[in-house]
């Protein structure tokens, strides 16, 4: 028996492709905002990927892959870190709402948005060394620097 093709026309293809391709791109945005979530707290808590993966019971490769959005993060791992560094699991999903769903994925917005991107790495480290700090005196002479430099 000889095999059917079949023609659609391209206006009945559109509306599903349409819906998928939106879809798609909804998805894609939220992924990678939850990947930049989940890195930022990595980062401010001084943790490495080899530690998340170890606290995940995973490779480093793997967690990597969760922070650039090129995996999707399962749920139970999601808890897993929630639970380990103290936070609602709504964390991951904070300002999702206010994400563009359109094909601009450049524009989504990181937990820390700054015009100044080669800086961003040194004010995670600045916020994780002052995570750590235990003296509220220390604290305190902190920000009064910061004020002070910054006027």
């Known amino acids: 028996m000889k095999a059917r093709s079949f023609y659609l026309e391209p206006d009945v293809l559109e509306p599903r492709q349409e819906r998928k391709a939106v879809r798609d791109t909804a998805g894609k945005?939220?992924?990678s905002h939850v990947a930049k979530q989940i890195k930022y707290l990595r980062v401010v808590n001084g943790k490495t990927q080899t530690e998340i993966g170890d606290i995940l019971?995973?490779?480093?490769?793997?967690v990597a892959k969760y922070e650039?959005?090129?995996?999707?993060v399962p749920p139970d791992k999601l808890w897993t870190l929630?639970?380990?560094f103290g936070v609602e699991i709504a964390y991951f999903f904070d300002g999702i709402d206010q994400l563009p769903t359109d094909t601009r994925l450049s524009a989504v917005p990181?937990?820390?948005t700054d015009e100044r991107t080669g800086d961003r790495r040194l004010r995670l480290e600045l916020a994780s060394a002052i995570q750590r700090t235990q003296s509220t005196r220390m604290l305190r002479s902190l920000l009064g620097l910061l004020r002070v430099a910054c006027e």
């Open 110 to 112: 990181s937990p820390m």
């Open 29 to 31: 945005v939220i992924n």
């Open 82 to 84: 929630s639970e380990h």
């Open 57 to 62: 019971g995973m490779t480093f490769q793997q």
């Open 68 to 72: 650039k959005g090129v995996s999707k």
